[in-house]
């Protein structure tokens, strides 16, 4: 099994896609990439601790590749929106490739660069790939939170 770490606006709806996706064995929700130990939700959400909302994927690579998994990363948000999608804002709500090797970093510059040359949008692709810091767990309510409701998305 492998790790991919990715940061797409509220974790809820970012989860239930990699949650359901063929060769994912397992999703969690945390935290990512800021400056404060442990932090709560609640600290993230005053935009002040640094971290972005993310989703740790566990995946077969025999199954699915890493770069299928950037793909869908890519086709599931809005990579122009700096710090907010849809009508969440703050730098917690960034767009990230969270890297654990040199290899995803490669794939997901590649897959950057590919992606802000193919006149898809209008504006800059603002994604960060930067290299996987510590991963923070979210509360237990936040695991999951679309499936123990029932729902398939929220707003991503």
């Not at 767990?137 to 398939?152: C, F, I, M, T, V």
Request: hydrophobic fraction near 30%; include cysteine; charged fraction near 25%.
């Amino acid at each position: 099994m492998a790790i991919a770490t990715f940061g797409a606006g509220c974790f809820w709806g970012v989860e239930e896609l990699f949650r359901t996706t063929h060769g994912v064995s397992d999703t969690e929700v945390g935290y990512m990439g800021g400056s404060t130990e442990k932090p709560t939700y609640e600290e993230v959400c005053t935009d002040k601790t640094g971290h972005a909302e993310v989703v740790q994927v566990e995946f077969d690579p025999d199954l699915i590749s890493y770069g299928e998994l950037v793909d869908i990363f890519f086709d599931n948000h809005n990579p122009t929106e700096l710090n907010r999608q849809g009508p969440d804002e703050g730098t917690q709500y960034r767009s990230a490739i969270f890297y654990h090797d040199d290899a995803q970093k490669k794939i997901g510059e590649e897959k950057k660069a590919a992606l802000a040359a193919s006149g898809r949008f209008k504006k800059p692709v603002v994604t960060e790939v930067t290299k996987a810091q510590t991963f923070w767990p979210a509360e237990d309510y936040h695991q999951e939170y679309l499936a123990k409701r029932g729902l398939s998305h929220c707003h991503i």
